[in-house]
């Protein structure tokens, strides 16, 4: 962290914001018309304009400035001697957050090219080449189109056409996420990328969602330009009915006590198939007491009734590796060698000589699992029947010959 | 569970379903006679612990009709009665009774990928009262938990004050501290569930809900001595210590009312997964601006925008705008027994109970309605009823055998009534993913089977 002291330190003591929503204070009062439906994205424009000309100067912050509005016997606390005034480079150290209106951002650039490098090695693994990837997280790119950039607007998130909401369809501030990759990134080494290469795998990202083009070298000087690039800069509202703790609020109930208007009919409720999706409900209870929990065996139109007899292995469909293929299994499974999952054999060879194995892993097809083989989860497979698991699990214990 | 109409309020066993094969097939050769009967509620008793908790309680401890004699349970010395207890401080911190394994914090399969990065959903359906256990308060981490040595921990406060300063543990511990009982509720709780039902019980309906005394000193008193500038401030942000050093702009007007830093959660120390050593309380508003391992303050005059304001815990709405800042965790209620994926072992009297709660304040009334929302009755409200906190709510109910549906309105003292979903969708659509207030329904069928659906 030390080397990050040489970074410009703060002058927020002296400063008066340039936000427009800021000055107008009307956002930090009581909820107007106004402040309530205003785009954030709106009064960003202004920010963006007049940031660069009013960018801190780097350098330590200025001394203490008198508080006009401090509470006057706030000096004459008895504890008011506790704790001790920061260091300048104490603050410096840790005052690392970055505003809409570029406030803490440190001078500095980065290229597309540098971008790329730095994400291959440090990003990819989780993100994918391209920033594509939903294995571990959430895609980054994607959804978002030259028209979007144009507008400021996602379309997609109007007509749901993108499967998922990417990071480039929502972002709205690029402080934001120079800030998040400047303080998170990369997952398991956070705080330690140099400010060149957040400003490049900024610009790679950017890059990614044809914001900027392959020789773009983005740095302090245009970042705010590139603001007036994002998809989705327009899309975001401050909504202060549910930032007020006395805002209105926007749903309306009224307290009917008798023969009050319903629909009378269920609209959604949990499939059958779906009924394993979180493991056996009877051991997430408390076995006394007026209720229990479900057990799994068994559908919720078939509960109460015989508990069917456990087929035998030769009533099962098909055999065990067309069976496999016809369950899906192999979309992440192999019979030899690690796919998504563990391969059938690895899985035969740990469990093999297990008491209570083939129960065990009934339990895991059936229920899903995760943590056995690395955080990948295996996802609940309520839908292979009970017969055809066990036969499953029998030929992968034995081997998956 | 097709037996006929038992006595009221008798707890009958558990249907065999419960039961691995090898208790029902013990179960079965019980039957044979009362000493066979007896001899296997005395191996199942003997056994509970080791297998399956519920299953062994459901057959040890309800065992059907005695004989005449009476309850084995009664009539046969038990090895509790006749023998010798452990001594004191055998564990020097205490744990539960073997027999409550099943409550734990569990995550959700398939709701993220990343375990460091999920979250673990609290067991309301076992629990009681208002406090949640301290080792069941629900998770959320964004990077991974850190188990910090608190004499390393330092807190600055910065910005627009007369004096940037630092506080040890030590200093912040020094200082006049309160307790307060607050709820503590993830802004995505119930977010599976805005399009349809997607999951099977109120632990992952509403389980990233917890609450808990919180021990610390008022942020107020913090800004007030490091003479914050009343005029100019309008935002606080606070910034944990953690990989993630999370950050969430908070109102300058909550940060000079009812905001803590606290260290202490149910008279200990904060647990690690909490935010030990200190974290920001945030009285009403979603947790994920209640910063763990909190290592920053910084007043302001405009808002941050981070990443959890503007890429996470924002409201996509039917235009594809994003609400930001949506904070308020607005009035809610939900019952937790009965509850979805339990079943009713008896028809007859049942204590219907639940929990109420508002961002905004006190829980001024709670209704509960057994046939779909058409009708009606107000719950009992169990003291104490505070502002942002958790209330307890029950209400009886006769169960006649037939389905029902059971829903529960709570009303908070500024006259909101919590909405049904169809109501929230028609203003936010299906989307949204956060701030999901609406009346919860449970579906009680003949067999006593207890559903999660969306009743309209």
């Known amino acids: ?401 | 569970m097709n037996a006929p109409i038992r006595m009221p309020g008798r707890i009958q066993p558990a249907p065999e379903d419960f039961l691995s094969g090898e208790q029902v097939v013990s179960a079965r050769k019980a039957r044979r006679g009362f000493m066979a009967k007896a001899l296997a509620f005395g191996a199942g008793a003997a056994a509970a612990g080791s297998a399956r908790p519920a299953g062994n309680s459901a057959a040890a401890g309800t065992g059907a009709a005695p004989a005449a004699e009476g309850d084995p349970m009664i009539l046969a010395p038990r090895p509790w009665t006749t023998s010798l207890g452990q001594p004191v401080a055998v564990r020097g911190y205490g744990l539960p009774s073997q027999h409550e394994k099943g409550l734990q914090r569990r995550e959700s399969p398939g709701l993220t990928r990343v375990s460091a990065a999920s979250v673990s959903f609290c067991p309301l359906q076992g629990l009681f009262g208002i406090i949640t256990p301290t080792g069941l308060h629900f998770e959320r981490h964004h990077q991974g938990w850190h188990d910090i040595d608190p004499s390393q921990h330092r807190l600055m406060v910065m910005g627009l004050v007369r004096e940037p300063r630092v506080f040890t543990m030590d200093d912040l511990m020094r200082l006049p501290a309160v307790s307060r009982m607050h709820f503590i509720e993830c802004g995505a709780n119930t977010g599976m569930e805005w399009g349809n039902v997607a999951v099977p019980t109120v632990q992952y309906t509403h389980g990233m809900l917890s609450c808990g005394e919180f021990t610390g000193v008022p942020l107020a008193t913090l800004l007030d001595l490091c003479g914050v500038d009343r005029k100019a401030a309008r935002y606080v942000l606070a910034e944990g210590a953690d990989g993630s050093s999370m950050t969430r702009t908070v109102a300058v007007d909550r940060a000079m009312d009812d905001v803590l830093v606290a260290w202490a959660m149910n008279g200990e120390m904060l647990r690690p997964e909490n935010g030990y050593p200190l974290r920001l309380v945030v009285p009403g508003v979603q947790g994920v601006s209640w910063v763990k391992y909190l290592r920053r303050i910084e007043v302001g005059d405009s808002p941050y925008f981070t990443k959890d304001e503007v890429l996470h815990y924002v409201d996509l709405m039917p235009d594809g705008t994003h609400r930001a800042f949506t904070s308020i965790q607005e009035c809610k209620s939900v019952i937790t027994t009965p509850s979805g994926g339990q079943v009713l072992l008896d028809r007859g009297y049942h204590n219907v109970t639940g929990l109420a709660w508002s961002g905004r304040g006190k829980i001024r009334r709670v209704d509960v309605s057994f046939d779909g929302g058409r009708n009606w009755r107000t719950a009992r409200l169990e003291q104490p009823v505070l502002p942002k906190c958790l209330t307890r709510f029950n209400v009886d109910w006769t169960w006649d055998g037939s389905p029902a549906v059971l829903q529960s309105r709570a009303i908070d003292d500024t006259g909101y009534v919590q909405p049904r979903i169809n109501q929230l969708r028609a203003v936010r659509g299906t989307r949204s993913i956060y701030h999901n207030n609406a009346i919860q329904s449970w579906r009680v069928a003949a067999s006593g089977e207890v559903s999660n659906v969306q009743a309209l």
């Not at chain 1, 410096?92 to 500095?108: H, Q, S, T, Y």
């Not at chain 1, 990003?123 to 950039?149: L, Q, R, W, Y």
């Not at chain 1, 402080?175 to 303080?183: E, F, K, M």
């Not at chain 1, 030769?314 to 192999?334: E, N, Q």
């Open chain 1, 1 to 401: 962290m030390s080397r990050r002291c040489d970074r410009p330190g703060t002058a927020r003591a002296t400063w008066r914001g340039v936000i427009g929503e800021a000055t107008s204070g009307r956002t930090a009062g009581v909820a107007s018309s106004w402040a309530r439906w205003s785009l954030a994205a709106t009064m960003l424009v202004g920010a963006a304009g007049v940031a660069h000309a009013q960018a801190k100067p780097p350098g330590p912050p200025p001394a203490a400035v008198p508080a006009s509005g401090a509470a006057p016997n706030a000096a004459k606390a008895p504890w008011s001697a506790i704790g001790r005034p920061a260091t300048r480079a104490e603050v410096a150290a840790w005052d690392i957050d970055v505003r809409p209106d570029w406030r803490g951002l440190p001078a500095g650039s980065g290229s597309v090219a540098k971008g790329m490098d730095v994400w291959d090695a440090k990003c990819a693994s989780c993100h994918g080449t391209f920033g594509e990837s939903n294995e571990v997280f959430t895609p980054i790119v994607g959804g978002t189109t030259k028209e979007d950039m144009r507008t400021g607007r996602v379309k997609a998130l109007v007509d749901g056409s993108h499967p998922q909401r990417t990071t480039m369809m929502k972002l709205s501030q690029l402080s934001t996420l120079w800030d998040y990759i400047n303080r998170a990134m990369p997952w398991n080494a956070p705080k330690s990328m140099t400010v060149e290469e957040v400003y490049a795998v900024t610009a790679y990202i950017l890059n990614l969602a044809d914001v900027v083009p392959d020789d773009f070298v983005l740095s302090d000087r245009n970042i705010a330009d590139v603001q007036q690039k994002l998809p989705n800069r327009n899309g975001k509202l401050f909504y202060t009915d549910l930032w007020n703790v006395r805002g209105a609020g926007d749903v309306r109930n009224t307290a009917c006590m008798s023969d009050c208007a319903v629909e009378d009919r269920i609209a959604s409720q949990l499939p059958d198939h779906a009924r394993g999706s979180h493991g056996n409900l009877a051991e997430q209870h408390r076995g006394i007491g007026p209720a229990r929990g479900l057990g799994p065996s068994r559908p919720a139109s078939a509960q109460g009734q015989p508990q069917p007899q456990p087929q035998p292995v030769a009533a099962v469909s098909k055999p065990p590796l067309d069976l496999a293929r016809a369950s899906a299994c192999t979309a992440c499974h192999a019979v030899d060698g690690k796919m998504v999952g563990p391969s059938f054999r690895d899985i035969g060879r740990r469990y093999a000589q297990a008491t209570g194995a083939e129960a065990l892993l009934v339990d895991k097809v059936r229920g899903g699992g995760q943590g056995s083989w690395g955080p990948m989860p295996m996802p609940p497979q309520a839908q292979v029947s009970e017969a055809d698991t066990r036969a499953l699990v029998r030929w992968i214990l034995g081997g998956a010959q």
